[in-house]
Structure formats: C-alpha cells, structure tokens
C-alpha cells in the first residue's frame, strides 16, 4: 500500500530529447507528488510537485502529468540538455501519513 | 540561512564501532528525516522527528538511534557496525510531513 513504483531504473537520450518517467502507486490516500533531483555527491532537492485536483504541472522544461485514475504519474523534461543528467526520483504522501514514500529513482543521461 | 549541514562528510569505520553522525537545520523546522541510500535502491527511511522530544521508526530503524532535544539537531547513531551499514546517509527537514523536504549534503559510510 505504502510502495511507489518507478520506470525505467536508466534512460538515455540525446540532447533535445523528451525523457519520460514513470510512477506508479497503490495507497489511494496519497495527495502530494513530488519529484527530487539528486546530482552525483549532493542531496535530492525538490524539482516539481503536484497534487491531485489538476492533471498537469508545468514549471520551466519541466512537467507532471497525474492519472488520478490509474494512480500513475510521470515526469517530462522538454528540450533536454546535458545539464538535466542526475538521478530522479518520484515521491508520495497524503492521509495519515508524516512521511514521503520514494520511488527507487532513474538515473537519466543526456548526450550532448 | 545554511539549511541543513551534516558532519562528517566521509567516515570509514570498522566492524563494531560506534559513532554519531550530526544533522542541524537552521530553518525552524519541526519534521526531521534520516535516509540511506543505497545504489539503485532509493532512499530509505530510518527514523524521523516530528518535533523536539517525538521520534519514530522508517522502513529500515535496526541497528541505528536518534534522538531530537532541539528543533535544530536530529543527530543519528550507529551502534556495533555492520558491513551492511555502509550507504550514503541523507539527513532532511521540512516544515510539516508533506512539505518540500530540504536534504543536506550526505555522509559517506564505509563499514571494513
């Protein structure tokens, strides 16, 4: 109930490529989506959240789209650059719960 | 405002050591969060706070301790290392559970 499913664990694309990535839940409680950036060395830091009253979130190259009814979400990075390549990890919250559950992350390269 | 510093940032210790790592926000915050993360594993949880005095078991609590005096530091202790212990430790704080967690650097553990 508490799992987050992430896809692919890697990916590669070139530079101007549209990465996707893949996040499945179970806990229908869950509210709060959030995705993290982690570069190599440093910590996750907070790159887009959504919640579940809007399907879609653009911030930047950056975007979320929600199917609230197949309880699945995924990240989209417009015009992708060498810059984007880090780990990415998808999250959930909601309900009782004072915790975020993360997904087991994609490390995602992007040639110049 | 220097957000949340971990120390040490490597450490290498041997089978059946103990010792602490430090965690200090300077946010205010009153949730506080201690991960590992594994390669190609995610972040798991070890013990988080929900305020000075309250502390509470994540996915992965055996072999580790917190405890949380202050709002400002959350610091974690490892008791009888294990081999098994060697990851990444992530230290992060939010204002409550759902919010933008802030992560610190990272401590590098290596159990020989």
């Known amino acids: 109930q508490q799992q987050v499913k992430q896809s692919p664990q890697s990916l590669i694309v070139q530079k101007g490529g549209i990465p996707i990535i893949n996040c499945a839940y179970e806990?229908?409680?869950?509210?709060?989506f959030p995705w993290y950036q982690q570069f190599p060395g440093k910590g996750p830091a907070l790159l887009i959240a959504?919640?579940?009253?809007?399907s879609e979130k653009k911030e930047g190259r950056f975007t979320i789209s929600f199917n609230k009814s197949a309880k699945q979400f995924s990240l989209h990075i417009m015009d992708s650059q060498p810059g984007d390549s880090a780990t990415y990890f998808c999250?959930?919250?909601?309900?009782?719960?004072?915790?975020?559950?993360f997904g087991s992350g994609t490390q995602l390269t992007v040639l110049p | 405002n220097a957000g949340v510093t971990q120390t040490p940032k490597f450490r290498i210790l041997k089978i059946g050591q103990s010792m602490t790592l430090q965690c200090t926000q300077d946010m205010n915050h009153n949730y506080m969060y201690w991960y590992r993360q594994d390669p190609g594993m995610g972040l798991k949880l070890i013990y988080y706070?929900?305020?000075?005095?309250?502390?509470d078991k994540g996915e992965v609590p055996n072999g580790y301790n917190v405890s949380r005096s202050t709002t400002e530091d959350f610091p974690l202790r490892l008791e009888l290392a294990a081999p098994s212990q060697t990851s990444v430790y992530f230290c992060?704080?939010?204002?409550?559970?759902?919010?933008?967690?802030?992560f610190g650097p990272g401590t590098r553990l290596t159990v020989l």
């Open positions: 806990n229908t409680a869950f509210d709060y």
């Open positions: 959504i919640r579940p009253d809007v």
């Open positions: 992060a704080s939010s204002y409550r559970g759902p919010d933008t967690q802030y």
């Open positions: 706070s929900v305020g000075a005095g309250i502390t």
């Open positions: 999250a959930a919250s909601g309900g009782s719960a004072r915790q975020l559950t």
